[in-house]
């Protein structure tokens, strides 16, 4: 239930496709390039969330984005998107309000429907990232709080832009 939760934000929130690999930050990029050639979601939110409990993550699409659950609790999910960045992230929703994750800009909404929270941190103004996460029986706040949380985890790992 909650993947299926997870994979319609995700579909909400506008993800588009891109490539699987291990994480390493990248410059000096060129238009067309994808900033996260070599990072895979799935490996990377393993890394962020081992030792707590949670499933190893699933990628059930063509897209570079991954989804772990943890019974009892709720999930997560990391989408890597090389295509879309934060302009595209408001123009599908709208009501998205303004956040930094460490010194990145980022927009989120909490979806009522799927009772989860979404987060968009910037990497390049053609590229972002999605931290989703879904809380079992947790409060709004809560949610997008473990959100934040874990994206504030994962920043220094990601691309630096050029």
């Known amino acids: 239930m909650i993947a299926t ?3 319609g934000a ?10 699987a ?7 000096g990029l060129s238009p067309g390039t994808d900033v996260f050639a070599g990072m895979n979601a799935c490996r990377v939110l393993d890394q962020l969330l081992a030792g707590q409990g949670f499933d190893p993550g699933e990628n059930k699409s063509a897209r570079n984005e ?16 090389p295509v879309q960045g934060l ?14 994750i460490n010194d990145r800009p980022g927009l989120y909404i909490y979806d009522t429907g799927f009772q ?10 053609q590229s972002r990232v999605l931290v989703i996460a879904s809380m079992i029986n947790s409060p709004q706040d809560q949610t997008c709080h ?10 220094p790992s990601l691309p630096t832009p050029p």
Not at 21 to 27: D, E, I, K, M, R
Request: glycine share 8%.
């Open 87 to 100: 302009a595209d992230f408001r123009e599908n929703n709208p009501g998205a309000a303004q956040i930094r």
């Open 146 to 155: 473990n959100a934040k949380s874990l994206a504030e985890r994962l920043e």
């Open 5 to 7: 939760a997870l994979c």
């Open 21 to 27: 690999g291990t994480p390493g930050p990248a410059s």
């Open 116 to 125: 989860l929270c979404v987060l968009a941190i910037e990497i390049t103004e």
């Open 10 to 19: 995700l579909a909400t929130a506008g993800c588009t496709t891109a490539t």
């Open 66 to 81: 991954c989804t772990a659950n943890k019974s009892r609790y709720g999930g997560y999910s990391l989408a890597l998107d």
